[in-house]
């Protein structure tokens, strides 16, 4: 393959990628979020918490009162999942 076709397949293929992420972008802006207390990941909450005082500080798995964003209807079918922290 030539130079000018691999230069072109690529901007071809990097035009495609930043379509789809701007697809994706504004389909999640147009979604509702709430919050889902319980199930964030150590190091994952999206906040403060009455126990971490910023987002990513919180140090352990599933607490009850660390939150993560998600979409609107999601947060009670996960399981361990809260729409008020308990505690």
Partial sequence: MNRRAMMVSAMTGL?????????TQAFAADQAME???GVAKAGKNDCATKVSSCAGTNKVDGNPNA??????????KLVGGSLQPKG
């Fill in 67 to 76: 939150f993560i964003a998600v979409p609107e209807g999601t947060c009670e």
């Fill in 15 to 23: 035009i495609a990628l930043g379509a789809t992420a701007a697809a």
């Fill in 35 to 37: 919050k889902c207390y």
